[in-house]
């Protein structure tokens, strides 16, 4: 006959298993699956602060297809030992949302998609949660700013507005650092006017486009370092 310890360790082990409740020390509970003894599989774990988190656990860690929502956003997408870690979606609070690979909890891809809720779009390299490297901003006005972004800011690059305009150069905290250089967009076929103008010495541009682009610049800055 087994003795009573090794009924009562028997007991416990299948009462680990199957689903069920657990209270944690940080006043977090769990809703789900155990896999002897170990919160495992499928589950639900929600905080005080009414952060909760949905999908796959291992070991008792976020672990695989997931659902995390907090004052934050929410994230759709894949963990690794409760860190966001390869494809998945991030909304934020105001509307917008980012759309790639993550590492380490972190926006990291060199495709990365920035979808924001007034209808710009931002394309490019994202590296440690910030924007880095090459990347575009497409504004739902038509203006488009394509360069090197450092730190989720601009840093060098070309702002083509919607009439045409051009402005090309560096950036310092977001804005202008030195004096920028206008460009005109030439269509593929220039009429000899234009054609004229493009052999010409480079000129300011009018009075109305220079108070025109200030004004448009700052949109350039999405703020989305996490």
């Known amino acids: 006959a087994a003795s009573p310890l090794a009924v009562s360790s028997e007991r416990r082990r299948h009462r680990a298993a199957g689903h069920g409740k657990f209270f944690l020390g940080d006043g977090s509970v769990y809703t789900g699956s155990f896999v002897n003894g170990e919160i495992e599989g499928h589950g639900q774990r929600t905080?005080?602060?009414?952060?909760?988190?949905?999908?796959e656990f291992k070991f008792g860690e976020m672990d695989g297809e997931g659902e995390y929502e907090s004052a934050s956003g929410k994230y759709l997408?894949?963990?690794?030992?409760?860190?966001?870690?390869?494809?998945?979606?991030?909304?934020?609070?105001?509307?917008?949302?980012?759309?790639?690979?993550?590492?380490?909890?972190?926006q990291h891809d060199p495709n990365g998609t920035l979808h924001c809720a007034n209808g710009d779009v931002g394309e490019g390299s994202w590296q440690g949660g910030c924007r880095n490297g090459p990347g575009k901003m497409i504004y739902s006005?038509?203006?488009?700013?394509?360069?090197?972004?450092?730190?989720?800011?601009?840093?060098?690059?070309?702002?083509?507005?919607?009439?045409?305009?051009?402005?090309?150069?560096?950036?310092?905290?977001?804005?202008?650092?030195?004096?920028?250089?206008?460009l005109q967009r030439f269509t593929d076929a220039p009429t000899a006017p234009e054609a004229a103008a493009a052999a010409?010495?480079?000129?300011?541009?009018?009075?109305?486009?220079?108070?025109?682009?200030?004004g448009a610049l700052p949109r350039i800055q999405p703020a989305r370092c996490a």
């Open 47 to 55: 905080w005080p602060d009414g952060s909760m988190y949905t999908g």
């Open 77 to 106: 997408g894949t963990y690794r030992q409760n860190a966001r870690e390869g494809p998945g979606i991030f909304y934020y609070p105001n509307g917008d949302r980012y759309e790639g690979l993550f590492s380490q909890h972190r």
């Open 141 to 182: 006005n038509g203006d488009v700013f394509d360069g090197e972004w450092a730190e989720d800011l601009p840093a060098q690059g070309t702002v083509t507005f919607s009439s045409g305009m051009k402005w090309s150069g560096a950036w310092e905290d977001g804005k202008f650092g030195a004096r920028p250089r206008y």
């Open 200 to 214: 010409a010495p480079e000129e300011e541009p009018a009075a109305a486009e220079r108070s025109a682009a200030p």
